[in-house]
């Protein structure tokens, strides 16, 4: 049997974000929930020369402290709107971070007014903005990690113990040799990019989706286990006034700890001109009209993970779906040249194994969760 913790903390270290000798290395993750990958890679960054720091009471989200629950119910305006200091020392002060997400309640935030949410985000921009820059000057090594909880179990319709199985395969740590299956994860999604590097017109078509955007100019990017793990996708942002036609997503999507379902959204010339959902959807309008760039598409990616084929209701896992498309409303990555700017992120994920397709520049490139290149 797979010693989950052990085997996620060597390939995070060595794989993911390589730990060398003298580097400072903090990790952010709830001591309830996580401590036994905490404890791992602590063990595992001493192995390489590191110097690890815990950060178990971060007030990042709910994922990572079970605290930030208590801080956005009472914290005044002037609290909120309080940076603290002690984040902003160790993003400028680490050289690697890992992240991991280990919520005790998923809706621990369904309560909570999502302007003060959004408030909250606005304070912390100076310390996304520099964790950012400091990754981008090849300064910063950083991974948000997730970790199997009871509180994500349940969300997925799983017993603990399946859940746990299930993260092990999405990791790829039920294969013989872990690092070399994301050597080779690697290489294969290298050559997609690259293919698609010259390329510029997508059409998306299938059951509930009719669409088409521009992409020149813009980069697709492979994720394949060095910022997300577990991993699997490559995206692009499409031209900001590009996107037309409509799309109904299949699969719900939770945001903010607020599910949703049945969401339908139809674009001209890159803006989401109608919008409404079978489940929440006074919250899907709520966040898509929070500001002009949130009812634009910031990402637009296609899911390659074959180790992650069910739904689980955390986007971590649920984007890297192989067979899935995922398109994120709102702010886009600079890293794929991206110039929508929104105060929200939002990914929904829409299953293409049905016989959904995308064609590139009029020549088929995926079809029913396989590529055709």
Known sequence: MINLASSMADILT???????????????????TSHALIEALCEAVLKRGGYPNVQSGALISADYTPYFELFMREASDDQIDTLDRTMMYWVEQSDVLFFIKAP????ALSAIDPARIGRYRKTQKPVSETYLGRYDAGELKWV?????????????EMGLLAYEEFVARACGLDQPDPIA?????RAMQERLVAWLADKSFAEVRGPGIEMSFNFGGRKWVSCHGELNFPDGEIFTSPVEDSVNGYVHFNYPSV????????VKLRFENGEAVEMSATKNEKYVISQLTVDPGARRLGEFAIGTNMGVQQLTRSILFDEKIGGSIHMALGRSYEEALGLNQSAIHWDMVHNMKDGGEIIIDGIPFYRAGEFLV
């Open 14 to 32: 060595a794989y993911s974000a390589p730990v060398k000798p003298g580097d400072y290395v903090t990790i952010i993750g709830n001591i309830q």
């Open 104 to 107: 005790n309640n998923t809706k």
């Open 144 to 156: 948000v990690v997730g970790w199997p909880t009871q509180a994500l179990a349940q969300s997925a």
């Open 181 to 185: 299956y994301w050597q080779g994860f």
């Open 255 to 262: 945001y903010l700890g607020n599910e949703v379902d049945g």
